[in-house]
């Protein structure tokens, strides 16, 4: 069958795949169909076709979802992989100290992408999961990164729009640049009730060979006056992954 309006089966593909989420990770063929705006014959065809190479899984009740075998490869070819196997060591020694929410995340177009995150039962609450993202200027991790991203992304955030979680969120473009800059000499991003009035998130660069910041680091513990207590571990850590992706500067 040949696509119409000149689109690939490609982009086909890439709609069906992007109706997964978080929230949605199992959905009928007519599900699909919709969100991916195609015709109910096209997307279960395409579907049958992707669960016969493992890419998506057919459950027992007819529901789809997406199949170990693509989490596999973008596993083993993930450019985070080698930055998650060094992040990892010094992630467990300091969720072992915070005893809260430990989260490793990067800069993906004009958000922040959480690429690992280590919890234990009773943490306090966090909103954000692994493969999960949130805006750049709403979170500790996103405002490290943008912080350090290079100019002409800064000001296209800065342009906004700049949604509000809370009323705390930096939502004025003034005070998020004087925000940014203060991120960049203290050396870490102190986001007191940002997301949700309880919690607090602290985040630190995490640079690379040539001292670019190709990461944050961040936790999320809550919001009360020990929260500050917690960045000597954090940039601790910080300073760890940083020498051990090879960053001798650190």
């Known amino acids: 069958m040949k696509p119409a309006r000149g689109e690939s089966v490609v982009s086909r593909v890439v709609r069906i795949f992007e109706t997964f989420g978080p929230d949605t990770p199992a959905l009928r063929v007519t599900e699909i169909a919709r969100r991916a705006d195609l015709h109910v014959a096209t997307a279960s065809r395409l579907v049958d076709e992707l669960v016969g190479h493992g890419w998506l899984r057919r459950d027992p009740d007819r529901r789809i979802r997406v199949g170990v075998r693509l989490w596999e490869l973008a596993s083993r070819a993930s450019p985070t992989l080698g930055l998650r196997e060094a992040a990892m060591p010094f992630m467990e020694d300091l969720h072992a100290v915070v005893g809260h929410h430990t989260q490793l995340a990067v800069l993906e177009d004009r958000e922040v992408l959480f690429v690992e995150r280590l919890s234990a039962p009773g943490a306090t609450l966090n909103v954000t999961r692994v493969a999960g993202r949130l805006p750049l200027h709403a979170s500790s991790s996103g405002l490290v990164l943008l912080a350090h991203a290079p100019a002409d992304l800064q000001e296209q955030v800065l342009a906004g729009p700049l949604e509000a979680f809370r009323r705390t969120t930096l939502t004025e473009p003034a005070r998020l640049r004087r925000f940014l ?20 998130g602290i985040a630190v660069p995490l640079r690379g060979p040539g001292s670019d910041v190709v990461a944050a680091l961040s936790v999320i513990v809550p919001n009360d006056r020990n929260a500050r207590m917690q960045i000597p571990a954090l940039r601790a850590a910080a300073r760890g992954i940083s020498r051990a992706m090879g960053n001798s500067s650190h």
Not at 181 to 200: K, S
């Open 181 to 200: 800059a203060d991120v960049r000499r203290n050396g870490y991003a102190f986001c007191a009730g940002f997301i949700d009035e309880e919690t607090t």
